[in-house]
């Protein structure tokens, strides 16, 4: 399997070594729900890790599956809901292999694609389609970690870099409708990166 396994991310959590976690849900999470712009509905997390977002949603009102191949996110995420006080389903598997009982009517995604090799993208964004009722939402916070390596070719992660150019080609038209930009930035507390966050309407 391309680019990093579940030793990988199980270390991290072992070691607490998770730059990427703000320690709090995603600012444009709680954005999201004070504009209404996500409404209370069966909504997923793909990649869920310590789950900030998993908590705030079923807070919310939210019907959520949290969904993470390490076990360290697993057990981070059910503490997490615990202290809360809310439930939210638990998977442990792999994205590329899920599938909802019936279609979604959202998915909340911020740290799974950029986390998966780009060699699996295609593959995950196809499930990303199939997990949607149509008319369904995908809220999206598009990781900006563009590095020198770049300019050789090299592909460098995780996180990977979401160029626009290559979501545009995962997510086309013809499936998605798309908002039209400027897109929404927020910054991320990692190296300065910043995230693009937009919401597509699967067709």
Same mark, same amino acid.
């Given at each position: 399997m391309?680019g990093?396994d579940i030793?990988?991310?199980?270390q991290?959590?072992?070691?607490?070594?998770?730059?990427?976690?703000? !320690?709090?849900?995603?600012p444009?999470?709680?954005?999201w729900l004070?504009?209404q712009?996500?409404?209370?509905?069966?909504?997923a997390?793909?990649?869920c !890790?310590?789950?900030?977002?998993?908590?705030? &949603?079923?807070?919310?009102?939210f019907?959520?599956?949290?969904?993470d191949?390490?076990p360290?996110a697993?057990?981070?995420t059910q $503490?997490?809901?615990?202290k809360?006080?809310?439930?939210?389903r &638990?998977?442990?598997t #792999?994205v590329? #292999?899920w599938?909802p009982?019936?279609?979604?009517?959202?998915?909340?995604?911020?740290?799974?694609?950029?986390?998966?090799?780009?060699?699996q993208?295609?593959g995950?964004?196809?499930?990303?389609?199939?997990w949607?009722?149509?008319?369904?939402?995908?809220?999206?916070?598009?990781?900006q970690?563009?590095? $020198?390596?770049?300019?050789?070719?090299?592909? $460098?992660?995780?996180?990977?870099?979401?160029?626009?150019?290559?979501?545009r080609?995962?997510?086309?038209?013809?499936?998605? #409708?798309?908002p039209r930009?400027?897109?929404?930035?927020e910054?991320?507390?990692?190296h300065?990166?910043?995230?693009?966050?937009?919401? &597509?309407y699967?067709?």
């Amino acid at each position: 399997m391309s680019g990093p396994d579940i030793a990988f991310w199980q270390q991290r959590f072992d070691t607490g070594e998770i730059p990427w976690d703000r !320690g709090e849900a995603s600012p444009r999470l709680l954005a999201w729900l004070a504009d209404q712009t996500l409404r209370p509905g069966r909504i997923a997390v793909p990649g869920c !890790g310590s789950g900030h977002e998993v908590a705030v &949603l079923a807070q919310a009102g939210f019907d959520v599956t949290a969904i993470d191949y390490t076990p360290g996110a697993i057990a981070a995420t059910q $503490e997490r809901l615990s202290k809360a006080g809310v439930n939210a389903r &638990l998977v442990q598997t #792999d994205v590329l #292999d899920w599938q909802p009982a019936s279609p979604l009517d959202a998915i909340y995604e911020q740290t799974c694609l950029c986390a998966l090799h780009p060699d699996q993208w295609v593959g995950y964004a196809a499930q990303l389609h199939r997990w949607l009722r149509p008319g369904g939402q995908l809220a999206l916070l598009a990781m900006q970690a563009p590095r $020198e390596g770049a300019r050789e070719g090299r592909i $460098e992660g995780p996180p990977y870099h979401v160029d626009i150019h290559a979501l545009r080609a995962l997510l086309p038209s013809q499936d998605w #409708d798309w908002p039209r930009p400027p897109f929404g930035t927020e910054v991320h507390p990692a190296h300065g990166w910043f995230e693009l966050a937009l919401v &597509l309407y699967r067709r």
